[in-house]
């Protein structure tokens, strides 16, 4: 078979491994992987490219997308695996279909690990000098002594019959331990059957107190959920915890299943002299080859499984936080709290054009209220200010509550006060994109135009910072960089994509995350526009240095141009598609702008009509739907939160309080939720909702606002318990767990309780990593 044909066999096998994951036909995927291959984005791909697909969306292609570099970097290792033995003359036709029909890595590397090249091992020592016979001989005749056999393989190197066994010891150890399909059944039993057993390092207990949930504690490794999974292996970072897989811990038996599991793949028995020895190197190569490698293995998964978990959550928080209602473009003052450096003081027009900033010190030591709150009416008279956004941080209840005195003493119509989250907002503040924007202001102040702006729209604010600095992440410092990484910048571009960006007034940051483009032609494209002036239709664009035919194809139905002068220019609707959207228009005898928002005579219009050979039924459908509501806007509408008067505190938090706050961090052991006391609650899943809840997103999303009712404070240890359950007395009852006849887990060991709703918190570890956000 040639390179090409090989080529066209494994894209094949690719195609129908991932649509059996992702719920397609074959046929989908391998029109997808065309398209991806063509440096197609994934946002052109699910808007524009659905006959192509069959109508997969973004979610499904960025699963695809991640699948299909898993599957081509595993089909590579085959390759090299395959060519390494074949190099060695050992690759035999049966040996090659077992590598082709490995469907995991570590199968793969459980086949390749006799051939794999590694350093001399006691087992090739043995060989060497003989052995290799002896071992084979007691493998054969279990009725005679070993020590009778090894007395033939005496040698100068071999003194006497304890040196023989013991290399024969080795060479059937090496053996054992480097059989696949024993190795594979081993792995299979223990991901089963094992337990995660975590105790405190010797005198860590006070300095690892954070970790105390864990010092004694024990877990099915199957069953660990990631946050808890991550807390303990930052806590064996940190050398407070000691981490261990056990298996068949309360098994009395002297011979352990696992290693009856590789005397029967052997036959071995117990009655003979030689089944007797071999039941010893069975035991031995488990304690010192098998049972390590496999923990690692194990350890190794949990990692990789808790780190996914983690970041397909903070990725559906940034979503959600990035999807968040915009304020819209109305004049807004940013606030920036401080107590000793002042309130930081920024004034931006509905556009976020920057037009005053100011400091303000209305707390000590200068306690200059009134002249605080005069300069702060002065600015929102004379800009006509409609919205007031203060920052989250500290001093952000204190300078609340001097806004609202002094808004009380405006006459109508007054600003509406909103508490913004500040997370990465000093971030953005020492950027050299924040210093691009506004070099000749001060750093604090950035900060105050960061939050009045992320007021107005937080898509286009947020995409100027570093996703990981947003704060929504579980354990983010905690798992692969890279992989999270690549992931947040996906959530981002499918945002920047699904709401669309203005041509004409979209910063380089936000052009930067639109389909096709990056930081170079977004760049280029405010430079064109700073010395030609606005853009007036999206085929300008073609005059952007560097931006082709290609390039304007993947990024220009994702542009608007308000007020250009192609109507449809506005819309989402791709210029490729202008034809089929004018022969719509033509039919209803209007005109385009007149037709635009018309869903009356739109809906009546049947799509089927203007079907052609290159647009098929679902884009004639999403250019209807797009006329009829041109560049409408996916986010909600915009609310916000309101909190209690006279709440400013912890400390003024009491049991059965009804409270307003806002979403800001969602795990799937619960919410946490910003009520105005610096310090976020937990409203843990037990008590999100008056039925089972098994992950909080089923109910919440950042950015939500919620009431909630306290059901405990701690003040020592700064944790708020919350509950947004109409009777939070119980926690609904949870589905009895079906345990399959699986052993319990060992005895004499503490497992961790489940935590009751009255508890309504979890273990120090969890609030501590999240809190660090």
């Known amino acids: 078979?040639?390179?090409?044909?090989?080529?066209?066999?494994?894209?094949?096998?690719?195609?129908?491994?991932?649509?059996?994951?992702?719920?397609?036909?074959?046929?989908?995927?391998?029109?997808?992987?065309?398209?991806?291959?063509?440096?197609?984005?994934?946002?052109?791909?699910?808007?524009?490219?659905?006959?192509?697909?069959?109508?997969?969306?973004?979610?499904?292609?960025?699963?695809?997308?991640?699948?299909?570099?898993?599957?081509?970097?595993?089909?590579?290792?085959?390759?090299?695996?395959?060519?390494?033995?074949?190099?060695?003359?050992?690759?035999?036709?049966?040996?090659?279909?077992?590598?082709?029909?490995?469907?995991?890595?570590?199968?793969?590397?459980?086949?390749?690990?006799?051939?794999?090249?590694?350093?001399?091992?006691?087992?090739?020592?043995?060989?060497?000098?003989?052995?290799?016979?002896?071992?084979?001989?007691?493998?054969?005749?279990?009725?005679?002594?070993?020590?009778?056999?090894?007395?033939?393989?005496?040698?100068?190197?071999?003194?006497?019959?304890?040196?023989?066994?013991?290399?024969?010891?080795?060479?059937?150890?090496?053996?054992?331990?480097?059989?696949?399909?024993?190795?594979?059944?081993?792995?299979?039993?223990?991901?089963?059957?094992?337990?995660?057993?975590?105790?405190?390092?010797?005198?860590?207990?006070?300095?690892?107190?954070?970790?105390?949930?864990?010092?004694?504690?024990?877990?099915?490794?199957?069953?660990?959920?990631?946050?808890?999974?991550?807390?303990m292996l930052r806590g064996r970072n940190e050398e407070v915890l000691s981490l261990d897989i056990e298996v068949d811990a309360d098994d009395a038996s002297p011979v352990k299943p696992v290693e009856r599991m590789v005397a029967q793949t052997y036959a071995i028995g117990r009655e003979l002299p030689g089944d007797r020895w071999l039941m010893e190197v069975v035991g031995w190569t488990w304690r010192v080859k098998?049972?390590?490698?496999?923990?690692?293995?194990?350890?190794?998964?949990?990692?990789?499984?808790?780190?996914?978990?983690?970041?397909?959550?903070?990725?559906?928080?940034?979503?959600?936080?990035?999807?968040?209602?915009?304020?819209?473009?109305?004049?807004?003052?940013g606030l920036d709290p401080g107590i000793r450096t002042g309130v930081k003081v920024a004034v931006v027009d509905g556009t976020g054009k920057l037009v005053a900033t100011t400091t303000v010190y209305p707390f000590p030591p200068r306690n200059d209220v009134r002249g605080t709150q005069a300069e702060l009416a002065?600015?929102?008279?004379?800009?006509?200010?409609?919205?007031?956004?203060?920052?989250?941080?500290?001093?952000?209840?204190?300078?609340?509550?001097?806004?609202?005195?002094?808004?009380?003493?405006?006459?109508?119509?007054?600003?509406?006060?909103?508490?913004?989250?500040?997370?990465?907002?000093?971030?953005?503040?020492?950027?050299?994109?924040?210093?691009?924007?506004?070099?000749?202001?001060?750093?604090?102040?950035?900060?105050?135009?960061?939050?009045?702006?992320?007021?107005?729209?937080?898509?286009?604010?947020?995409?100027?910072i570093d996703p990981k600095s947003i704060g929504v992440g579980q354990y983010q410092h905690d798992v692969d960089q890279y992989r999270l990484a690549r992931s947040l910048d996906a959530v981002v571009e499918d945002a920047v994509n699904a709401v669309g960006v203005d041509l004409n007034t979209a910063s380089a940051s936000l052009l930067a995350r639109v389909s096709g483009l990056g930081t170079s032609l977004a760049e280029a494209i405010v430079e064109h526009r700073n010395a030609n002036g606005p853009f007036p239709s999206r085929k300008e664009l073609l005059k952007v240095p560097r931006l082709g035919q290609r390039t304007f194809e993947q990024c220009a139905g994702f542009l608007r141009v308000p007020n250009g002068l192609e109507p449809l220019d506005a819309s989402a609707v791709h210029p490729e598609a202008y034809g089929v959207a004018k022969k719509i228009v033509a039919a209803c005898g209007r005109d385009v702008r007149s037709l635009m928002g018309d869903s009356l005579i739109l809906k009546t219009l049947d799509p089927r009509m203007f079907v052609d050979e290159r647009f098929g039924l679902p884009t004639v459908r999403d250019i209807i739907a797009e006329l009829e509501k041109p560049g409408r806007d996916p986010r909600p509408g915009f609310k916000t939160a309101t909190f209690a008067e006279g709440v400013d505190d912890i400390k003024d938090l009491k049991p059965g309080m009804l409270l307003e706050g806002t979403v800001t961090n969602v795990a799937a052991f619960g919410a946490f939720v910003d009520i105005g006391v610096h310090q976020d609650g937990l409203v843990h899943v037990s008590q999100l909702a008056d039925r089972f809840v098994k992950d909080a997103h089923e109910v919440v999303k950042a950015g939500d606002v919620v009431k909630v009712r306290v059901l405990d404070v701690d003040i020592a240890r700064k944790r708020i318990s919350l509950s947004m359950r109409r009777d939070a007395s119980a926690a609904p009852a949870k589905p009895a767990p079906r345990d399959n006849g699986k052993q319990n887990p060992p005895r004499n060991s503490q497992s961790r309780p489940e935590r009751s709703a009255q508890q309504g918190s979890l273990g120090a570890a969890i609030t501590e990593a999240l809190r660090k956000r």
């Not at 190197?157 to 059937?172: H, M, Q, S, V």
């Not at 496999?294 to 397909?312: G, P, Y």
């Open 1 to 231: 078979m040639n390179a090409t044909a090989q080529a066209s066999l494994g894209t094949a096998r690719i195609a129908s491994t991932i649509a059996s994951e992702i719920g397609a036909r074959p046929e989908q995927v391998a029109a997808a992987i065309v398209l991806l291959d063509e440096d197609a984005t994934v946002p052109f791909v699910a808007r524009y490219r659905k006959e192509a697909t069959g109508g997969l969306d973004d979610t499904q292609l960025r699963l695809l997308a991640e699948r299909l570099a898993y599957l081509r970097e595993f089909d590579a290792r085959r390759a090299t695996i395959l060519a390494s033995i074949r190099e060695q003359g050992k690759l035999t036709d049966e040996l090659e279909a077992k590598i082709a029909a490995a469907t995991t890595k570590a199968e793969l590397e459980d086949i390749y690990l006799p051939y794999k090249p590694k350093r001399r091992t006691k087992a090739e020592i043995a060989r060497e000098r003989g052995l290799g016979p002896l071992a084979e001989a007691i493998l054969t005749n279990r009725a005679a002594a070993p020590a009778e056999l090894a007395a033939s393989y005496l040698t100068d190197e071999i003194p006497d019959a304890k040196a023989a066994l013991e290399g024969a010891r080795d060479i059937l150890s090496e053996q054992f331990a480097q059989n696949a399909d024993l190795v594979g059944q081993l792995r299979t039993y223990m991901k089963e059957r094992a337990f995660l057993r975590s105790r405190v390092v010797a005198g860590k207990q006070e300095a690892g107190a954070k970790f105390s949930d864990y010092f004694d504690h024990v877990e099915r490794w199957s069953g660990v959920p990631s946050h808890r999974a991550l807390a």
């Open 290 to 333: 098998l049972s390590l490698h496999l923990s690692l293995d194990l350890m190794r998964d949990l990692r990789e499984r808790a780190e996914e978990e983690a970041i397909q959550v903070f990725a559906r928080n940034l979503k959600d936080l990035l999807l968040a209602a915009p304020a819209g473009s109305r004049a807004t003052m």
């Open 378 to 464: 002065g600015l929102i008279r004379r800009h006509n200010v409609e919205l007031v956004a203060i920052g989250n941080g500290t001093g952000s209840r204190e300078t609340e509550k001097l806004v609202a005195e002094m808004l009380s003493d405006m006459p109508a119509p007054k600003p509406i006060k909103v508490i913004v989250s500040e997370a990465g907002a000093s971030v953005y503040s020492a950027s050299e994109t924040a210093a691009a924007e506004f070099p000749d202001l001060d750093v604090s102040l950035r900060g105050a135009v960061s939050i009045a702006r992320r007021l107005q729209d937080p898509l286009a604010e947020l995409v100027k």
